[in-house]
């Protein structure tokens, strides 16, 4: 694509080498600028508007809600129950000890931190 685009300012095959280097090169500085800004959208932690981040904090406190009830109905050596506890573990532990969503991303919620309560 770039090629095409260097042709279009007649810049023929290897003279483009430069600039394409130098593209490739101001691109990856930009990149790593931007590198905690992307983290932060895809985490959950900042980036989202109120509304959709709500309404995917709502989502995924159903889901693990269904999975929590879930899990406590099975027989405890059952492959299903420790299945839905592999996927529990992937989400952080609220004040009573059970699973909950606190972030509107799945990776949001694995990466968040578990608050501990001192009895």
Not at 29 to 42: A, E, G, N, V
Not at 99 to 117: D, E, L, Q, S, Y
């Amino acid at each position: 694509m770039l090629s095409a685009i260097l042709s279009s300012f007649r810049v023929a095959g290897k003279d483009q080498t430069p600039y394409l280097v130098g593209i490739a090169i101001v691109f990856g500085f930009l990149l790593s600028l931007l590198d905690d800004p992307i983290y932060q959208r895809i985490e959950g932690r900042a980036g989202w508007p109120r509304w959709q981040s709500r309404w995917r904090q709502q989502r995924w406190k159903g889901i693990v809600s269904r999975i929590y009830k879930r899990q406590g109905e099975l027989d405890q050596n059952s492959p299903e129950r420790a299945e839905l506890w592999y996927l529990l573990r992937q989400f952080p532990i609220d004040a009573e000890g059970k699973p909950t969503a606190t972030r509107p991303t799945r990776i949001g919620n694995a990466m968040a931190p578990t608050k501990v309560v001192m009895r």
